[in-house]
């Protein structure tokens, strides 16, 4: 966490500047790794298209909404012994159809970046122009288009150019790196396994003491975290299902570094709760307990229906699988008031990712690309 803040804000500092230095960003993107002077010259052009595109449009938290493309493009190529130029305009553009539109714009703007764009496509061959207008279509999610439709498309796909499945990879690890704008990550000083150790064997122990008081309201909260790492559970279960990544081993490295992103996500989302809101080491010991009774009986390998003696049950299918917008925040709204169910949640997603890393066959059975569906209780 602290490595991807530092990134950003290396990163910001230099796109902030009054004269953007477009060979400082593309040298901090690829951390050392060396193209050819060609292939820089058409980055070049890119990264200025990108900005005007862009302008001074801004992420959820925040920050300037260039910053997720050149982030993104930043992971993919520390995974790359040599950087490919399609890849890295690949992700650099992974948004640019669902994110850079007329409407949004001037027309005089719009012809004038059309251009810029029309001439660094003319820089590729005619070949990579094909593939990267492919790519960039199946990685644009359709307006009436669900996740589980979108990813299985896109792994579809991805036989014919089995490289866009590292980009949503990495797409997503930035997106989970980037739900958070903390000075401090708040596990950097703590072992959380060591905590839950004393919560559940230790008589004397009193709890964990934060460092802070409590922080103000957050633009992303726990369960609207939660709510990324299940998606984040559905890419990864699908590529798993599919085996879309099996025989690439740069998407393999990002696959990993994925579910430790999101497993430690996990962990501050716990850690939070029992920091703040539930500091009763009895009830704390309680709900790990019946959290672990349920991971241990197979719980978390499969979607579950809903039953009315255990909370864990149909949460995937109750909350987290609404489609429609609006109905999905008021059931995430209602999930945030229940802080057992949070801390639950976020502890059945740490051995989930766990999982993911531990087991190279795990996913969770019951999610499809056509959504999810529980599966018989047989646990």
Request: charged letters at 30%.
């Amino acid at each position: 966490m602290n490595d991807f803040m530092r990134l950003s804000a290396v990163i910001n500092y230099q796109i902030s500047a009054k004269h953007i230095d477009w060979n400082n960003v593309i040298n901090i993107i690829l951390s050392r790794r060396t193209i050819s002077d060609e292939s820089k010259n058409i980055l070049h052009l890119l990264l200025e298209y990108s900005s005007e595109a862009y302008g001074k449009k801004k992420r959820r938290l925040g920050p300037l909404a260039i910053l997720h493309p050149l982030r993104a493009t930043a992971l993919l190529a520390r995974v790359a012994d040599e950087p490919d130029l399609l890849n890295l305009m690949t992700i650099l553009l992974h948004d640019n159809f669902e994110d850079i539109k007329p409407k949004r714009v001037e027309i005089d703007m719009w012809i004038r970046k059309e251009k810029k764009f029309q001439k660094v496509l003319q820089m590729i061959t005619e070949t990579d122009r094909w593939f990267l207008i492919e790519r960039l279509k199946w990685l644009t999610k359709e307006p009436t288009e669900t996740y589980y439709r979108y990813i299985g498309r896109l792994i579809k796909h991805s036989g014919k150019t089995p490289e866009v499945i590292r980009v949503k990879l990495a797409d997503r690890l930035d997106n989970t790196l980037d739900m958070r704008i903390e000075y401090e990550d708040p596990l950097q000083k703590v072992d959380f396994f060591e905590i839950l150790f004393q919560m559940l064997y230790s008589n004397i122990y009193t709890g964990f003491e934060p460092e802070f008081p409590h922080p103000p309201p957050a633009t992303l909260n726990g369960v609207q975290r939660l709510y990324q790492l299940f998606k984040n559970t559905v890419l990864m279960s699908l590529i798993r299902q599919k085996q879309a990544a099996k025989d690439d081993e740069k998407a393999q490295t990002i696959f990993y570094h994925l579910a430790r992103a999101s497993m430690r996500e996990a962990q501050r989302i716990a850690l939070h709760i029992f920091s703040y809101h539930e500091r009763d080491i009895k009830i704390a010991r309680e709900l790990l307990l019946d959290t672990m009774n349920y991971v241990r009986g197979g719980g978390i390998d499969m979607v579950t229906p809903r039953v009315a003696n255990q909370k864990l049950d149909g949460l995937f299918v109750s909350t987290f699988d609404e489609v429609n917008k609006k109905r999905r925040e008021k059931k995430l709204a209602e999930l945030y008031t229940d802080k057992h169910l949070m801390v639950q949640a976020a502890v059945a997603f740490i051995v989930m990712f766990l999982n993911f890393i531990n087991d190279p066959e795990y996913y969770v059975k019951g999610i499809t690309e056509e959504g999810v569906h529980p599966e018989p209780q047989n646990y």
